[in-house]
């Protein structure tokens, strides 16, 4: 069904209103469609970093080599191997790589491959954590919340599941809880933060000049007022870094258990301090880097908000109700060419 | 720090195709009297060239500082369009928040030129306006606009099926949309025409209707392609 071609009061050669040209029975948005759009917008971001110059260059490959060391050798072994192929071929491997990430960007967004490109993401996301993250420092005891730990592509993984698509919507109290139910997504947001705030009492971080090294480090190459954020912080967080690292854990732990608290206010309290906190680790990241020109990702800051904002609790109605957009997209993604056969035809 | 090459000769093609696709919508659009968005398909024009010519220095075209009054001036007209949607008053392109991507990608030409005006330049480098070791006044600024346009890109992408398709749009098309090609000329009446009998083919029904727009789907393609490249570049702008 399409409204009028063109509007009545259309000039010869002329479009007055561009709303004459959608079909009327196409759905907005929801909720969860939206942050499946944000997720996608970071894919793009992520693929157009992966066109700069410095991920055709060696420095890549031994930066992606670099992930390696200290894993066990059933995890480092594989990284080495991939980071010479990678050498080897530089320049068609990350050409491969920044075109998979853009086709999983506008696979998302576009509904009737919602679904394939949340799951190519999911498979690609969880090669990338093995074979270019090291699984995110995890098993080596590098990780830190302060440098992506756990991974910030595990995360891109972690929100395809959340966000995956379904026509019939769970009942839950937040977008995350319609595609798998409230228990599972409770768990996920558990293991998330949970293991975010055991990170921060590990040495990687609680060492004394750990943390605010880390920092400190990340402000090389910044833009002026970043690099100043990155390098008082770091200043601060060396002079108080093991107490830092404990008020973190403390408080990556009351996210942790915030899930669990019964609705708004509360729960909506835990979901601020977890997007404040994911705001204040990515400033800490230097937001990845991005600015750099050596960033891969906006890394694990952004898509901790993101991940956050999935859990915002939604009004019982709607969260019971089927999702328009998201149904739709749901339904597209598999029955598109069924459902509309117009959108087969020469455009 | 400039790209790699042929990936700058990769992007320029593509908006070089990109301006020639929206020169031929305006050609089409005049000729066959088919509604179209003549200002959007006039800066994408112009905007592709511009692209490509920061992209690769041997497709330049212009000389310098014009392209910055050009989109100076793109910026200022299509802000004007976009604060009169915001009022409710009509416009070409119609709904609100319409020409808002084009007021951003227009300022974002104008930031990709006058930064590359400011910083050095590396000699080979393939993209000429690019930075060459991180001279660029207000970086975050370009991250900014590349954040605003990778937004539009995926909510373009998103209202993809939305879109009707041609073949749909000719078949509805308002009798008094058709003017000149003798094709219900000085009908005056607001008829829909009913052409779901016979069946004809997407293109003959096209032809047929002069009043049918021109693809709808295909201009959000170009906008995908375009917010991409330059996001691209503002992202190389450090």
Redo the contacts between chains.
């Keep these: 069904m399409?409204?009028?071609?063109?509007d009545?009061r259309?000039?010869?050669?002329?479009?007055?209103?561009?709303?004459?040209?959608?079909?009327t029975d196409?759905s907005a948005?929801d909720l969860r469609?939206r942050l499946q759009?944000a997720l996608?917008?970071i894919w793009?971001?992520d693929a157009?970093?992966q066109?700069?110059?410095?991920m055709?260059s060696r420095g890549f490959s031994q930066m992606l080599a670099g992930t390696g060391p200290g894993n066990p050798a059933v995890i480092a072994d594989p990284i080495s191997w991939a980071a010479k192929i990678i050498a080897q071929n530089g320049?068609v491997t990350n050409?491969i790589f920044a075109a998979i990430q853009?086709l999983i960007?506008?696979g998302i967004?576009?509904?009737?491959t919602l679904r394939l490109a949340l799951g190519a993401s999911i498979i690609w996301s969880v090669g990338v954590w093995w074979f270019g993250e090291g699984l995110g420092g995890v098993l080596n005891g590098g990780g830190s919340p302060a440098n992506g730990a756990p991974g910030a592509v595990i995360i891109y993984a972690l929100l395809a599941v959340l966000l995956w698509p379904t026509v019939t919507r769970r009942p839950g109290p937040f977008a995350a809880a319609w595609s798998t139910g409230a228990g599972v997504a409770r768990a996920l947001w558990l293991v998330l933060w949970g293991s975010l705030a055991v990170m921060a009492l590990l040495p990687a971080t609680r060492a004394a000049k750990a943390f605010g090294g880390m920092v400190s480090g990340m402000a090389s190459?910044q833009?002026g007022?970043?690099a100043a954020i990155d390098n008082h912080l770091g200043s601060f967080l060396t002079s108080n870094g093991p107490a830092m690292a404990v008020v973190l854990a403390v408080v990556l732990a009351a996210v942790a258990i915030s899930v669990y608290l019964p609705p708004p206010p509360l729960a909506r309290a835990g979901v601020v301090l977890a997007v404040l906190t994911a705001a204040f680790i990515w400033l800490g990241e230097g937001l990845g880097g991005?600015?750099?020109?050596g960033g891969t990702d906006p890394n694990s800051g952004l898509l901790l908000a993101l991940v956050a904002v999935a859990y915002w609790p939604v009004a019982a109605r709607s969260a019971v109700a089927p999702g328009p957009a998201s149904a739709a997209a749901a339904a597209?993604s598999d029955l598109?060419p069924a459902q509309?056969p117009?959108?087969r035809?020469?455009? | 720090?400039?790209?790699?090459t042929?990936?700058a000769w990769t992007f320029a093609i593509i908006m070089i195709a990109l301006a020639v696709y929206c020169l031929a919508r305006l050609l089409i659009?005049?000729r066959q009297?088919?509604?179209?968005?003549?200002q959007v398909d006039a800066l994408h024009v112009l905007m592709g060239v511009a692209m490509a010519g920061m992209l690769v220095p041997r497709l330049r075209v212009f000389y310098a500082g014009g392209w910055e009054v050009v989109f100076a001036i793109a910026t200022a007209w299509f802000g004007w369009l976009a604060i009169r949607e915001f009022r409710g008053e009509?416009t070409?392109?119609?709904?609100p928040g319409?020409h808002l991507q084009h007021v951003v990608g227009s300022a974002a030409m104008l930031y990709m030129f006058a930064a590359a005006g400011s910083m050095k330049t590396a000699s080979g480098s393939a993209i000429s306006g690019m930075p060459a070791g991180?001279a660029a006044h207000f970086?975050?600024l370009a991250?900014i606009f590349?954040?605003v346009l990778?937004?539009y890109?995926?909510?373009t992408?998103?209202?993809?099926?939305?879109?009707?398709?041609?073949?749909?749009?000719?078949?509805?098309?308002?009798v008094?949309?058709m003017?000149?090609a003798g094709a219900g000329a000085g009908t005056g009446g607001?008829a829909?025409a009913d052409a779901d009998q016979g069946q004809p083919?997407?293109?003959e029904v096209a032809a047929a209707r002069p009043?049918?727009?021109l693809?709808?789907?295909?201009a959000a393609c170009r906008e995908?392609a375009m917010g991409?490249t330059m996001?691209?570049m503002l992202?190389?702008m450090?």
């Design positions: 399409t409204s009028q071609a063109a009545a259309s000039g010869p050669g002329r479009l007055q209103s561009i709303g004459a040209i959608y079909e196409w948005p469609r759009l996608a917008g793009l971001l157009v970093l066109f700069q110059a410095f055709f320049t050409a853009l960007a506008l967004a576009w509904r009737p190459g833009p007022w970043l991005i600015l750099t020109g597209q598109a509309s117009s959108h035809q020469g455009a | 720090m400039g790209g790699e042929w990936l659009s005049w009297h088919r509604p179209s968005d003549h009509r070409v392109g119609g709904q319409h991180g970086p975050t991250l590349a954040f990778f937004g890109v995926i909510w992408t998103d209202r993809l099926t939305s879109l009707a398709p041609v073949a749909a749009l000719a078949r509805r098309a308002p008094s949309a003017v000149g607001v829909v083919s997407a293109s009043g049918t727009p693809s709808p789907s295909l995908i991409v996001g691209y992202i190389l450090r």
